[in-house]
């Protein structure tokens, strides 16, 4: 079993920055794989991006590349993804999520999830 908190959401101007958190107990945070998700309002979730169990590879959704970066620190069984030069439609709640295996972009692979934080970008 992983346990997984997601932190440091809220309102924001469009341009703005936020520095998500997601820190994690329970199963050993090195053995998991990583990803963030966020589900807009009236939309389906979608993936972000996603870390592997050292860290030493990431990939992120092609719109989002160059404006989040995804990392982790195993010492602190943290996740975290920065989010830079936010536009309203990154607007969603977002989620954490962990997967005891290899990095994947789908949804459906990954095994526990975090309650979610919600992110408001103002135009």
Same mark, same amino acid.
């Given at each position: 079993q992983v $346990?997984? =908190?997601? !932190? #440091? @959401? @809220?309102? =924001?101007?469009? @341009?703005? !920055?936020?520095r998500l958190s997601c820190a994690a107990s329970g199963r050993t945070f090195s053995d998991s794989a990583m990803g963030w998700f966020r589900q807009a309002p009236g939309k389906k979730r979608e993936f972000v991006a996603a870390i592997s169990r050292s860290g030493g590879s990431t990939t992120y959704a092609n719109s989002l590349k160059g404006r989040? &970066?995804? /990392?982790?620190d195993n010492a602190k069984n943290t996740l975290y993804l920065q989010m830079n030069s936010l536009q309203p439609e990154? &607007?969603?709640v977002y989620y954490c999520a962990a997967r005891?295996? *290899?990095l994947s972009v /789908?949804? !459906?692979? %990954?095994? %526990?999830? #975090? $309650? @979610? *934080? $919600? =992110? &408001? =970008? !103002?135009s």
């Open positions: $346990q997984l =908190v997601e !932190s #440091g @959401g @809220g309102l =924001v101007q469009a @341009g703005g !920055s936020l989040f &970066t995804i /990392s982790r990154d &607007t969603a005891p295996a *290899t /789908s949804e !459906s692979e %990954y095994a %526990y999830w #975090g $309650q @979610g *934080t $919600q =992110v &408001t =970008v !103002s």
